[in-house]
């Protein structure tokens, strides 16, 4: 077996204790850091297609996404001054009045994974905070909003049409969470939407490139 693929199942697996040595061992036989990386983002992929599928739950895909973390940590300082490969900055946050982050850390992960440097604002985040948040980061090309309980979904429609709102330009926003649909993304104004954290990695890219 190569080590680029003992890399994916070991984050399959989420291994994420053997996951640094993995990665270490692949760079050492030569595999190049881009490479590995890519290999940790095919696999979340399936981790996602598993959870959509229902074959797994969130605890699978928590330990999946912490093991891919353990892996990109081995990885960084690599990939560091590789600005080539830089999609910009993305702005993730859960508005206001909802307290779920699970998701938006798995969204997180997949994004950054994707080439985005991530600024995470945390959960029940105001509309002004994310605007704010824009303006105070450099070359922002994401603002990714998101949304777990529909009693919070007036809230995902006045952050977007906020940010919308201010004036500010370059970047594209992106929604998701539990209850929201494509056709609930685009009505409120949003430039996409990704049902789970694998699509949302393959949005972003789609958006911003």
Known sequence: MSKINEVKELV????????????QVALDAGSQPGDILQAMVDSMSVVGDKFSAGEI????????????SKGV???????????SSS????IIG???????????NLVSMMIESAGFTMVDLGVDVSAEKFVAAIKENESVTLVACS????????????AVATIKASG???FKVIVGGAPVTPEYAA????????????SAAVKAKELVG
């Open 12 to 23: 399959e697996a989420g291994k994420s204790k053997k996951i640094g040595t993995a990665v």
């Open 57 to 68: 739950f969130v605890p699978e895909m928590l330990i999946a996404a912490k093991a891919m």
């Open 73 to 83: 940590d081995v990885l960084r300082p690599l990939m560091a001054g590789d600005n």
């Open 87 to 90: 999609l910009g900055t993305c």
């Open 94 to 104: 859960t508005v206001a009045g909802d307290l779920h982050d699970i998701g938006k």
């Open 147 to 158: 949304g777990l309980l529909t009693t919070t979904m007036p809230a995902l429609k006045e």
């Open 168 to 170: 500010l330009t370059g």
């Open 187 to 198: 009505e409120i104004g949003a430039d996409g939407y990704a049902a789970d954290a694998g």
